[in-house]
């Protein structure tokens, strides 16, 4: 994106600041569980948008289907029933894709240059001809998100139609949602129509209705009006309190700094030790 | 729809109720999450099975399937029992108060007039008392033992809430907390909407079921007002149109109905059906039918059509016995069939019971398919292994295939279920040697034309005599097909009140139905659609969504029948004194400064009509009112009484246990071969249902990738305690079989299907989605269409794909 | 000037193979790890080429070393001596070298690495199947690839620091290069750096 690459707010394994002269609205696509039908619409539109096309696959005993992400799936409906209250039935279906992470886990592990980028917008894009098919991005991500391509070996995920909100206008699968169920604007607008929202749970019973918002990624920018806020696992696993491996923050943050420079003192030990201590020779001596 | 989709939004509460909008109209579902997110809107869903708008309801209670009038019944006893009526509307602008004859009556599950031989009822005891000065009799306090609205009460009175979860199964505690919610409507300042589709008319007792809510509807006084009405969710994008152009064998287009075979007087056709005002001061719009049916008889046979041959009365069919859809494939299987025409249509996955179906399809000499796509039907002579399983060799049906385009290939008009009339324009040329509809059927046309010239023939005047006045006559344009219908004047219109004045010059386009004559000077191929492309263009094309009133009713949107009225019914918003009843919701009012109706909506009224001078809401009835009692119009009798599906669990009806006779309705038609072919409990002891999936669309959209994607295989649901019986574990694949046939599929286990209670026995409910076939680019299935019944509504003849009985095993 | 065989001509192919794969391994892992080494990736062709390229690098070095460790195993047994030596590394690395304990084969220093070796290497062949994309990392749940690619890279780099070592001691240690090159040593180095492997050889 010609203009978006004045925006990044963040660039995988680049240690200086990328661009960032320009400050342009921080995004949100909210998507209310309450409203959402499982029409699948949204799947279709992502397809159709980004020209994917998956499998013809099969099924499995549940609605799930294409029953995962996949390189050509980049959203898919997960379908779970549950009794929260005993004897009132729910299906509760959610929209699964990449929740673009404040604080992305996937942009943090991947080691090749400008293969993930944050938009100061908040999106989390994958710029497939930079990356080279490592899958460290799917160690880094909390909610299981990127997939490698088994054609091309890249990593693919939702952009949350970058290309389309560059240009002003909404994600492909907010533009189709026919009730109403992924809304998408400003974050800040996001969060508000999403508090009118849980008022109005609230008012049908949904005592714990709620906004999934997860601190443990500095917030995302996709976002969740759930009716069961305080148990998000109900929802075909949506992880009750994201956050970036340990593993990953462990090995992404200082220490590899500080193991490249123990490699290099290494070195320079070698050399000073060699220039001081000098190299350890042997005279010839005759044999009789 | 007597309301529209935008409209829903007004609503204070949705029942959803044999439909499941959410899942096959998730667009029009938009207008739920409307009404709940502006106007608090709580959402209702009875269905025997966890829907996908269930998942979205504020309650939802379970059902057996086929058992809607015994609940709706139980609501009508409900209501009238706790006296949560909508006392002004039900006494002015209903039948409570006519007296019904001395000689109707019921007793053991009958109505009186029944012939068990015939399964019909003589229903001439079905009507309203009438007095010496022709009008019916009436008793506005509602005491005399005569009048609808004891003879209602007391027949509803057996739907108690116990019953209601004896038949249905639905737990007492939610059926009262449903007629709760309902009754919270009957206050003048809250309305509710039913929406329902194939859920309720495909069943024997399916026209019923619809009456039963709209009687419910009637005693709240949702109907006519905004965010109320019977809303019926049709499963084609234009099939509304097909019922509104009369492509049903007993129909012509805008409702007109054929003739039967003892009716060869055209004067005798015309006076039975333009019914006299049976109150004094009524309208009876019917009245005008002669105009519509000469209207429509001048833009079939022009200047063919004259006062002299009764406008070409003699050439029109004289209905002898029944041409539906059951019918004619009951008499293709006995051979009395030669070719079959078969347009837009896959009668072997569409009608029931596909191995009759095959069987009679491999009887005709020829078959015509007109389709975009191979259809199973135009593959029906293919042996596809154990999704077709015939021998190519024993058929001898010659089957032309004739490409034709789909909706998005050509402009046209589609009407949807609001009754909008909306204009479409061609996206994309169609592929290789398809042609549109109207093309090929003007070339059939043509050498038909051509061969009876040339030849001559039995009858040829009809044909001979047809106009076909089109530019290219091969190619018959939808904007000249859609003027047509709209109709023009032939010769100049003069003001009956001032001759001298011409109000529409010869050759232009009608504005309004109302301009229709019947002494030949106009022409209107549809009276119902008449105005949609008048002198000001296509007003079918128009997308102004401007809402100057603010309550959806965007006028200039495109146009709906009749006259671009959005709710029908409308002056029953209003109370007798022309006020509306809701000022939140008004649609219209009386302006007596103007001396006429007007408001946010075009009046469904005689404009001009003062209130006080009497003239009730419901112009199209003879009274002026609505129906509770159904007078003769019925097949099954005036008030909707419970009848079992034709397959049911059950051994009695709990209604009427001591008569067998009355267990399904005993006045369906069932064809003598057919009783055979149904399945009893002991052997297949499951309910089974079939229904769409928000995926697919019918057996077009496994043709498409992108759907295949989303559902690629075929599966049935089984609820969690018969899996657990049956060993069956989701994934698993398993055999459902009916007395007609079986299918294999994979088993979705869920809680969405629960167990009921039924008549103290556990019963279980097999749901069998209908998507899938042998061609297409999802994975092959079986038609569902093997298990189903061959057997229809006592009136329209719609199949009974709702309930059936089945077993389930694992494979 | 006299000499002493070494290495066989088999070893020092095995020890060269060894190297070569560790250089390569070592420096497309390296471009991996850290984005100040990504510039590395430009040696194997880019950066997919190299994240095709370094797991099969990786299974070479672990195959190869694996020969060369059951070529060498035997000689790097742990013995009190070596322990005695390791007391005084000191020592040795200031280059006061009289009165060491007598060295065998390999000295201690040479036989931690080995064993260090021994254990890295497996861990590192281990691991990197478990994140090898796109063979079989699709077949480890995330919990396990991520424990993986912490202990691979911790692996790797205790591995370089040894390497970084041993290449300095062959550097520092004169004549220590010509015994991988050619196979020989001056029994002046022998009897100075191995005294008992020197004596064991000659029978002096």
């Not at chain 3, 780099?157 to 300095?168: E, G, N, P, S, T």
Request: charged share 20%; aromatic share 10%.
């Amino acid at each position: 994106m010609a203009l978006q690459s004045l925006d990044i707010k963040a660039r995988s394994a680049t240690t200086t600041q990328p661009p960032a002269a320009r400050d342009p609205l921080h995004v949100a696509k909210l998507i209310d569980i309450s409203k959402c039908i499982g029409c699948k619409a949204c799947q279709v539109a992502c397809m159709e948008w980004n020209d994917l096309r998956d499998e013809v696959g099969t099924n499995a005993g549940i609605y799930d289907n294409p029953r995962d992400l996949t390189d050509q799936s980049w959203t898919v409906m997960r379908y779970s029933e549950v009794e929260v209250q005993q004897g009132r039935l729910e299906w509760l279906i959610r929209k699964d894709g990449c929740m673009h992470c404040e604080d992305p886990g996937c942009l943090k592990a991947c080691p090749a240059p400008g293969a993930i980028v944050q938009y100061v917008n908040g999106i989390v894009d994958f710029h497939e001809e930079h990356c080279i098919g490592c899958g460290y991005c799917i160690t880094g991500c909390p909610f299981n998100v990127p997939r490698i391509s088994k054609k091309d070996s890249k990593a693919y995920k939702c952009t949350l139609c970058s290309d389309r909100v560059a240009v002003g206008r909404e994600p492909a699968c907010v533009k189709t949602c026919p009730t109403g169920a992924i809304v998408f604007g400003s974050k800040r607008d996001m969060i508000e129509h999403a508090e009118g929202r849980i008022a109005d749970l609230k008012a049908r019973g949904y005592a714990n209705a709620g906004l999934y918002n997860p601190e443990g990624v500095g917030g995302t920018h996709v976002m969740y009006v759930l009716q069961h806020a305080d148990q998000p696992e109900l929802y075909a696993g949506l992880p009750k309190d994201p956050h970036i491996s340990p593993l990953v923050g462990l090995w992404k943050g200082i220490t590899k700094p500080l193991m490249s420079l123990g490699i290099g003192l290494a070195v320079f030990a070698g050399f000073f030790h060699y220039v001081t201590a000098g190299p350890k020779e042997v005279e010839d001596e005759k044999v009789d | 729809m007597t309301n529209h989709w935008v409209d829903i939004k007004n609503t204070d509460l949705v029942l959803i109720m044999g439909g499941n909008a959410a899942e096959a109209h998730p667009c029009g579902f938009k207008w739920v999450t409307e009404a709940k997110a502006h106007r608090k809107a709580r959402l209702i869903v009875v269905d025997p099975r966890f829907t996908r708008s269930a998942a979205v309801s504020d309650f939802y209670a379970p059902i057996r399937a086929g058992t809607d009038i015994a609940f709706l019944g139980g609501v009508i006893n409900y209501l009238l029992t706790n006296d949560r009526i909508h006392h002004e509307y039900v006494k002015h602008y209903t039948d409570m108060s006519f007296l019904v004859k001395d000689e109707f009556s019921f007793a053991n599950g009958l109505f009186s007039g029944y012939d068990p031989e015939t399964r019909k009822y003589d229903r001439s005891s079905w009507g309203y008392q009438i007095g010496a000065d022709g009008y019916a009799v009436t008793d506005p306090a509602l005491q005399h033992p005569r009048c609808v609205y004891q003879l209602m009460k007391a027949h509803y009175s057996r739907y108690t809430p116990e019953m209601v979860s004896t038949v249905c199964g639905t737990p007492q505690d939610a059926f009262l907390k449903v007629c709760e919610a309902i009754a919270e409507t009957a206050a003048a300042d809250r309305t509710m909407t039913i929406m329902y589709a194939l859920g309720w008319t495909q069943h024997s007792v399916g026209s019923q079921m619809i009456r039963t809510g709209a009687m419910v509807q009637l005693l709240l006084g949702n109907i006519g007002v905004a965010g109320g009405g019977m809303n019926a969710l049709r499963g084609h994008s234009n099939i509304q149109g097909l019922t509104d152009l009369g492509l049903l064998a007993n129909l012509l287009p805008g409702y007109l109905t054929l003739a039967g075979d003892a009716e060869q007087d055209y004067q005798a056709y015309i006076a039975k059906r333009a019914s006299k005002p049976l109150r004094p001061g009524q309208l009876s719009y019917w009245q005008n039918y002669a105009k519509f049916h000469v209207s429509l008889m001048k833009a079939w046979f022009g200047d063919a059509a004259s006062a002299s041959n009764d406008w070409c009365y003699d050439w029109l069919p004289k209905m002898d016995k029944g041409y539906d859809l059951l019918d004619v494939f009951e008499d293709m299987g006995q051979g009395k069939v030669n070719g079959y025409v078969c347009q837009g249509f896959n009668p072997l996955g569409s009608a029931p019971c596909k191995v009759k179906v095959s069987n009679s399809l491999s009887k005709l000499k020829f078959l015509v398919i007109i389709d975009p796509l191979a259809t199973e039907t135009s593959e029906f002579w293919q042996n596809h292994g154990e999704y077709n399983d015939v021998d190519p060799a024993k058929i001898q049906t010659e089957v032309f295939r004739l490409p034709s385009t789909c909706f998005a290939e050509e402009d046209g008009s589609l009407i949807n279920s609001g009754r909008w009339l909306q204009w479409h324009w061609k996206a994309a040329e169609p592929p290789g040697e398809a042609r549109s509809d109207q093309e090929i059927m003007a070339g059939l046309f043509l050498r038909i034309r051509a061969l009876y010239e040339k030849e001559g023939g039995a009858f040829p005047e009809p044909i001979l005599n047809l106009t076909w006045k089109h530019r290219i006559p091969a190619f018959p344009s939808p904007e000249e097909l859609a003027k047509e219908f709209s109709g023009k004047a032939l010769k100049d219109l003069t003001d009956p009140k001032d001759p001298g004045k011409v109000l529409v010059k010869a050759g232009e386009q009608l504005s309004a139905f109302a301009e229709l004559r019947d002494d030949g000077s106009t022409s209107s191929g549809c009276w119902l659609f008449a105005g949609c492309w008048s002198e000001k263009g296509n007003l079918m094309a128009r997308r102004d969504n401007a809402d100057p009133f603010g309550i959806g009713q965007t006028l200039n949107w495109a146009y709906s029948w009749p006259a671009n009225r959005r709710i029908l019914y409308n002056r029953a918003s209003c109370d007798p004194s022309g006020k509306p009843y809701d000022p939140t919701r008004k649609l219209i009012a009386w302006d007596a400064g103007a001396g006429k109706w007007g408001g946010a909506d075009v009046p469904d009224f005689k404009i001009d009509s003062a209130p006080e001078e009497g003239m009730n809401p419901f112009i199209m009835n003879p009274e002026g009112v609505a129906r509770f009692f159904a007078v003769d119009k019925m097949a099954e009798g005036p008030f909707p009484e419970h009848y079992e599906p034709f397959e049911t669990p059950l051994a009695e009806n709990p209604l009427s246990p001591q008569n067998p006779a009355v267990l399904s309705s005993p006045a369906a038609r069932v064809f003598k071969d057919d009783w055979a072919t149904f399945g009893k409990p002991d052997k297949f002891p499951y309910v089974g249902t079939t229904y769409r999936l928000t995926e697919h669309f019918h057996f077009w959209t496994k043709h498409a990738r992108l759907n295949a994607i989303l559902q690629p295989e075929q599966f049935v649901e089984i609820g969690e305690e018969l899996a657990k019986e049956k060993g069956i574990r989701a994934g698993d694949h398993v055999r459902v079989r009916s007395n007609r046939g079986h299918i294999v599929a994979v088993a979705v286990v869920t809680r969405r299907l629960m167990t009921l209670d039924v008549a103290g026995r556990k019963t279980h409910t097999v749901g069998v989605p209908l998507h899938w076939g042998f061609m297409g680019l999802a994975k092959n299935g079986y038609l569902t269409n093997t298990l189903t019944p061959f057997v229809g509504d006592g009136n329209t003849q719609t199949p009974e794909f709702k309930a059936f009985l089945v077993d389930v095993e694992k494979v | 000037m006299s000499t002493i065989q070494r290495y066989t001509a088999q070893e020092r192919s095995n020890h060269w193979v060894v190297a070569i794969a560790f250089v390569l391994a070592g420096l497309s892992g390296l471009a991996l790890f850290h984005p100040a080494f990504f510039f590395l990736t430009h040696l194997f062709g880019g950066g997919p080429w190299t994240r095709i390229l370094h797991p099969f690098l990786g299974a070479v070095l672990f195959l190869s070393f694996m020969g060369m460790a059951a070529r060498f195993w035997r000689y790097n047994r742990i013995t009190p001596a070596d322990r005695q030596w390791m007391a005084r590394i000191k020592d040795v690395l200031c280059n006061r070298d009289q009165g060491l304990p007598e060295v065998g084969k390999y000295n201690a220093g040479q036989k931690y690495l080995f064993w260090l070796l021994v254990v890295c290497i497996p861990v590192l062949l281990v691991s990197g199947i478990v994140i090898w994309q796109p063979w079989f990392a699709p077949y480890f749940p995330v919990g396990l690839l991520r424990i993986a690619v912490v202990l691979h890279a911790l692996a790797a780099w205790i591995v370089i620091l040894a390497i970084i070592v041993h290449v300095y001691a062959a550097i520092w240690v004169k004549g220590s290069i010509r015994a991988m090159l050619r196979g020989t040593v001056s029994e002046a180095w022998a009897r100075h750096h191995h005294r008992a492997w020197y004596r064991d050889v000659t029978g002096k």
